[in-house]
Nanobody, 120 residues
Framework: QVRVVESGGGLVQAGGSLRLSCAASGSIRSVNAMGWYRRAPGKQRELVAVITGGGSTNYADSVKGRFTISRDNVKNTVFLQMNSLKPEDTALYYC??????????????WGQGTQVTVSS
């Protein structure tokens, strides 16, 4: 069993900052890429940022220069530092971990999501 749990969402004023965390745990042999996605009301889920096991990163154009993704490979944890937040960043943020499970081999595991609300 693999579990992915996010934390750190909340309500913040425009221009403020939040830091999201996501930890993968359970019967894990290794964790490859980890990423953050978001779904805003009435919109499809979109990629926000992704980081590989080696530390390479990729960002959506809308968050470049404002968001930073990082990870702790020892703790199988990924972080998303969000600065200069805008109302359009309001969404449910999901974490995805690409995991090599001890029981089931490779697979993608999603968290339940954490709400980020940015007020104007």
């Amino acid at each position: 069993q693999v579990r992915v749990v996010e934390s750190g969402g909340g309500l913040v004023q425009a221009g403020g900052s939040l830091r999201l965390s996501c930890a993968a745990s359970g019967s894990i042999r290794s964790v490859n890429a980890m990423g953050w996605y978001r779904r805003a009301p009435g919109k499809q889920r979109e990629l926000v940022a992704v980081i590989t096991g080696g530390g390479s990163t990729n960002y959506a154009d809308s968050v470049k220069g404002r968001f930073t993704i990082s990870r702790d490979n020892v703790k199988n944890t990924v972080f998303l530092q969000m600065n200069s937040l805008k109302p359009e960043d309001t969404a449910l943020y999901y974490c995805k971990a690409m995991v090599e499970s001890q029981l089931h081999g490779p697979g993608d595991y999603w968290g339940q999501g954490t709400q980020v609300t940015v007020s104007s």
